[in-house]
C-alpha cells in the first residue's frame, strides 16, 4: 500500500509518527486520557486544571481533542466512553 511505504520512507528519515489510531480510547495521548479520567470522575474544568497544575484552556483544549477522539458531545459520556 502507498501509505504504508511512505510511512516506511519518513520512518527511515529519522520521523516518528505518533499513531495511525484515529478514533477511539486508544487514540488518546497519554495527558488527554489523563485529563479525561479526572474530568469523568466529576470535576469540572477548573477543578480539573487545579487538580493536574495545569491551565484552564489546557483541560478545554485536551477534552475538545477526547471528545472527538471518542466521537462524544461532552462529558456526559466520557465515563461510558472510557471504559
Same mark, same amino acid.
Request: aromatic letters at 4%; zero cysteines; proline letters at 1%.
Given at each position: 500500500?502507498?501509505?504504508?511505504?511512505?510511512?516506511? =520512507?519518513?520512518? *527511515?528519515? #529519522?520521523?516518528?509518527? $505518533?499513531?495511525?489510531?484515529?478514533?477511539?480510547?486508544?487514540? %488518546?495521548?497519554?495527558?488527554?486520557?489523563?485529563?479525561? =479520567?479526572?474530568? *469523568?470522575? #466529576?470535576?469540572?474544568? $477548573?477543578?480539573?486544571?487545579?487538580?493536574?497544575?495545569?491551565? %484552564?484552556?489546557?483541560?478545554?483544549?485536551?477534552?475538545?481533542?477526547?471528545?472527538?477522539?471518542?466521537?462524544?458531545?461532552?462529558?456526559?459520556?466520557?465515563?461510558?466512553?472510557?471504559?
Amino acid at each position: 500500500m502507498v501509505a504504508e511505504g511512505a510511512l516506511r =520512507e519518513l520512518g *527511515a528519515l #529519522g520521523d516518528r509518527t $505518533r499513531t495511525r489510531i484515529l478514533g477511539g480510547v486508544d487514540a %488518546l495521548t497519554p495527558t488527554g486520557r489523563w485529563v479525561a =479520567e479526572v474530568t *469523568a470522575g #466529576g470535576m469540572n474544568n $477548573r477543578e480539573t486544571a487545579q487538580h493536574l497544575f495545569v491551565g %484552564l484552556r489546557t483541560v478545554e483544549i485536551h477534552l475538545t481533542h477526547v471528545y472527538g477522539k471518542l466521537d462524544i458531545k461532552g462529558r456526559q459520556g466520557l465515563a461510558e466512553a472510557l471504559r
